[in-house]
């Protein structure tokens, strides 16, 4: 929303992709799939990304995720198989972003954003690559694309990692508030100390007024 504060991070870094990517004016955006229910909202703040390049979009998974929770409910399959679902969702949410505004080509790994990125294009990530398995993420519902926005920001040595909700935040800016109260995953708090950029939340305002914050 704006005028949030950043998030506190802490000084530790972890590898970064070498693509000449990794700069203070690269961004990765979270956006929530949620977002889904106000079309034009939706569409103003993709074309704003693609305006604004680089930046690596992360699609939330939306109603497609929200199925994964309901299927899982009723048929009990385990949190692993969910896990990867889920992904799959990300993956249909990139999809839909994309036929949104076709300006933003999709890509299936961090290597790929990477290189988009460093070619000055905004791009959407498709998690589809982490469906293997990767020792940083776990198979559960603690993960979910609020963490891997993280993940990946970190990975590309991004300077800010946004995530665009739905809704205004009420509950301050501290990432274990935020997982508290649910506006994030549980396992956002460790992502948080180990990203060394800033970390803001918004609510579903135009990108110009949030990139002010």
């Not at 103003?44 to 199925?67: M, Q, R, S, T």
């Not at 800016?173 to 956002?188: N, Q, Y």
């Amino acid at each position: 929303m704006t005028g949030a504060r950043p998030l506190p991070a802490s000084g530790q870094t972890r590898a970064r992709l070498k693509s000449g990517a990794g700069s203070a004016g690269t961004a990765v955006v979270k956006i929530g799939g949620s977002l889904v229910s106000d079309r034009a909202r939706l569409g103003a703040i993709l074309a704003e990304c693609a305006d604004k390049a680089p930046v690596a979009i992360v699609p939330g998974g939306g109603p497609f995720a929200d199925a994964v929770r309901t299927t899982q409910a009723q048929l009990g399959f385990d949190d692993r198989l969910a896990h990867r679902l889920a992904l799959d969702a990300m993956g249909r949410m990139a999809e839909v972003f994309a036929a949104i505004e076709p300006r933003l080509p999709i890509a299936a790994s961090p290597e790929a954003v990477a290189g988009t990125l460093a070619q000055g294009r905004s791009v959407i990530w498709d998690p589809v690559a982490l469906k293997g398995g990767h020792p940083d993420i776990a198979e559960s519902w603690e993960i979910t694309s609020d963490s891997l926005a993280l993940w990946l920001a970190t990975r590309l040595g991004a300077g800010r990692c946004i995530l665009v909700k739905s809704a205004n935040l009420l509950s301050g800016t501290d990432p274990e508030i935020l997982a508290r109260d649910g506006l994030v995953d549980a396992a956002f708090p460790r992502f948080a100390a180990g990203y060394p950029g800033t970390i803001l939340i918004h609510g579903p305002e135009a990108l110009h007024e949030r990139h002010a914050a």
